[in-house]
């Protein structure tokens, strides 16, 4: 039975403490067997059999659950670069789009790269990752927006997920946007989604939810419940965009449809935080994209006063949040949105974990739990958060292994 | 000769051009001896008998000047990690001072550091800067506030600048605070500064620069004027901590002594911006330290729309910017001061140069110039800064010497 010992500060994050307690044990000490944690807990209370099994010296340092990134479009054909430079200059993201550029610009080069160049860029970022501390990482389709290409990336998403140390969790977004060829008739996309696509995704297990982009220029809320309500018929689990870029009503929409998590939420009302505080619903925050885009960030306070638990994650795309660097949008979640240190780890932990349904098994250091987890070469998560450095990961374990 | 080639785009940053045109080069070669840049131009220019010469092939990617942070507190005692924690939680600037917190408590662990000691923890931070493509450092004393540390302080620079890769620019900055022991008589400690310290550091010529911050709660204009134009008389150069947190008169303070620099001005009037645009001074930009206090960004557009030119630098230091990751703040220049990348590039660059005044050594990447480059794991300018990876920087050139 392999031994952590010597840890300065030990983050066990249990599932069932409120947000802001983040398990944090000082002098602490980690076992586990297989693939499973065994034990944690403070160094003096380790059972005196467990001195005989061979001890991994951290040497003063933060250990940590294994990250998990709740939300991201992992997998896309090309980048924007240039875009972000137009933007920077003064140009509208009307008039990028009006030149073929923003979403429709990554579908059409999506649509044109093979699964297997999908396939190997998708994996190089999730190396990168990983090496960031990241053992979990839920990933979205749309960007494909037709049948072949939707299934083409919920494809890719299987494949790594059976190659790949890092556990992937899909989520098909059909609904992204309506793309160009079906923008003179809506409802034959929706027929499309909920007719052809949803039933052979979920008759191939392709992906485990079923997000909406609930937003002016995506969805409206009666076609996000259209869609969605057929998804959970299918047995997938719902996920919503709600509020990004205004109070769209995404966020009841979510509540009423018992959606595991509503995302971003930038402009959520607030009837909107009412209901998610009686709906169970977790809130994804998206630092990330609120800083790329200039926009407002989640009113975490409100939320989390409301006792709606916030999740934070990357949302890693090409157009509005280029960077998967996840502790930088933890240090952005404690800044702009004065989540504490222990509630923005436990927000990319255990509440990222119930944000795809998987509290009960990862997100925490507890016994039983799967044994992900990190070494931080700092000496506590106050430091971690506060002092930005480019990677102050330094070790991770995954399903009990090296990595 | 060594030869860099197969470079998909390469940044010269001519000291001379305006600051938008960052002087890129798609297809380039750079070739150097010594530690001097000998040619910088299209691969299909380089003259025909460099083809037998030793290349390194860069496999499409950026080149760029090694980079330049010209403005850091590189060297203190302790941490305020907890402070971060307690900000966040709603505590006070006021309340934290009033714990013990806050500056004070830097001074404090800075004064208890040995020499060694200080040596030891600046030198790791230079490792993580050059690893980050950061070939020369500006750094600031203003933690011992006494005679016998602030000389402690400039010391460590003196050592350090001897022992490591990375080129230091010492700045004397006596004038960040009035330390507690002086509180109750300032025009004592201005004394001090004017009579003992300047006439000392110059004598040992252990600063190039002298560095006033000038601010409420730090030190009048009347009080910056009487230091800085004494460190003028004992041939110092002037920078200034200037409109950080308020339009206080530090702008028209620098543009009158003809200051090399004025830094922060997160709140520089219109009289500020033209006085700096008739006085040639160099604006530096401190975008972490307005991500990490919250505070409003340096107006840069109005700035360069001036005339005046925008270096970009990390301010690192334990309280307002622990982070010296110069590519974020670079990034965070872009997305939060809508300068374009050629723009942050060159104010990492040549436009830093000249805020340390070494515009006609460093910075560009043209023949004559010191060998500091960097080979940036990013096919372009636009990609590097707009999609934010931990450490895009792969391989750095220190005068002529792989590092």
């Known amino acids: 039975m392999p031994i952590l010992r010597n840890i300065a ?32 807990g403070p160094a ?7 001195n005989s099994e061979p001890a991994i010296d951290c040497e003063r340092r933060l250990v940590i659950p294994g ?8 997998c896309f054909g090309g980048w924007r670069a240039d875009e972000f430079a137009q933007r920077i200059a003064g140009a509208s993201y009307q008039e990028i789009a009006a030149a073929g550029g923003g979403i429709s610009s990554t579908v059409t080069a999506t649509r044109a790269a093979s699964l297997g160049e999908l396939r190997r860029k998708a994996s190089l970022t999730l190396d990168a990752m990983l090496r960031l501390g990241v053992t979990t990482v839920e990933c979205k389709s749309g960007y494909g927006l037709d049948t072949a290409n939707e299934l083409k990336l919920l494809e890719v998403y299987r494949l790594l997920n059976q190659a790949h140390p890092v556990d992937l969790v899909a989520t098909f977004l059909g609904a992204h946007v309506v793309p160009a060829e079906h923008r003179n008739l ?25 997000d909406a982009f609930v937003e002016n220029g995506a969805f409206t809320v009666a ?9 959970a018929e299918y047995g997938l689990q719902i996920k919503i965009h709600a509020d990004q870029l205004s109070d769209f009503g995404g966020a009841l929409l979510a509540a ?12 959520i009302s607030k009837e909107g935080i009412e209901a998610l505080a009686g709906s169970g619903t977790v809130a994804v925050s998206l630092p990330l994209a609120s800083f790329y885009l200039g926009e407002a960030y989640l009113p975490a306070r409100e939320l989390l006063t409301a006792g709606v638990p916030v999740a934070v994650a990357t949302d890693f795309n090409p157009g509005s ?26 927000g990319a932990t255990t509440v990222a974990a119930r944000a795809i349904s998987a509290s009960d098994r990862i997100g925490s250091l507890l016994p039983g739990y799967k044994a992900d987890l990190v070494i931080v070469d700092m000496p506590s998560l106050n430091q971690w958060l506060y002092q930005f450095v480019p990677n102050a990961c330094i070790k991770v374990l995954k399903n009990g292994l090296w990595v």
Chains 1, 2 share one sequence.
Request: aromatic share 6%; net charge negative.
């Open 223 to 231: 076609e996000a419940r259209r869609i969605l309500s057929r998804a």
């Open 9 to 40: 500060q030990l983050a066990t994050c249990p599932s069932g403490n409120p947000q802001e307690d983040a398990g944090l044990i000082d002098n602490a000490a980690v076992a586990w067997t297989g693939d499973t944690i065994r034990w944690a």
């Open 321 to 346: 949040a280029p960077s998967f660097h996840l502790p930088l949008a933890m240090t952005m979640a404690c800044v702009n949105q004065h989540m504490t240190p222990q509630e923005v780890l436990n």
């Open 44 to 50: 003096g209370d380790m059972p005196p059999e467990y």
């Open 186 to 210: 809506r409802a034959r996309y929706v027929g499309l989604l909920c007719d052809e696509l949803i039933p052979a995704i979920a008759r191939e297990g392709l992906a485990q939810f079923c």
């Open 67 to 74: 990250l998990i990134d709740c939300h991201t479009h992992l």
């Open 256 to 267: 009423e449809l018992g959606a595991v998590s509503a995302e971003h939420l930038e402009y």
